[in-house]
């Protein structure tokens, strides 16, 4: 059974640093692309937004203009977990983050991790809340 499970998320004040991890179990974790994702609670019908993407095996990282130098995706497959450091974090930046999952197979693998649409991705964690007070 495949599982992500999100932890990290918290209340830290604007200008401050979190770090969030997903771990994955029931999967080979070089075999996919991993994302993370955010919906703000408080905007009613809101979708969830790509923030960053990254397909290891191709080098291929994908951010968000909105947290472009500031946030970074890393990952460690010994530990089967995905990370988003996060930094100088303002209140926009406030949501729920879902870690999720695409199956990597060659050329649309690829244009996954590029675009980060929520859409391709099939495998979602529970998420973990991010708040950020002014």
């Known amino acids: 059974q495949v599982q992500l499970v999100e932890s990290g998320g918290g209340l830290v004040q604007a200008g401050g640093s979190l770090r969030l991890s997903c771990t994955a179990s029931?999967?080979?974790?070089?075999?996919?692309?991993m994302g993370w994702f955010r919906q703000p609670a408080q905007v009613p019908g809101k979708q969830r937004d790509g923030v960053s993407c990254i397909m290891s095996s191709e080098g291929i990282t994908y951010y968000a203009d909105s947290v472009k130098g500031r946030f970074s995706i890393s990952q460690d497959n010994s530990k089967n977990t995905v990370y988003l450091e996060m930094n100088n974090l303002n209140p926009d930046d406030t949501a729920v983050y879902y870690c999720a999952a695409h199956k990597a197979t060659s050329a649309w693998a690829a244009y996954v991790a590029r675009t980060c649409g929520p859409g391709n991705f099939a495998i979602w964690g529970q998420g973990t809340q991010v708040t950020v007070s002014s």
């Open positions: 029931g999967l080979t974790f070089d075999d996919y692309v």
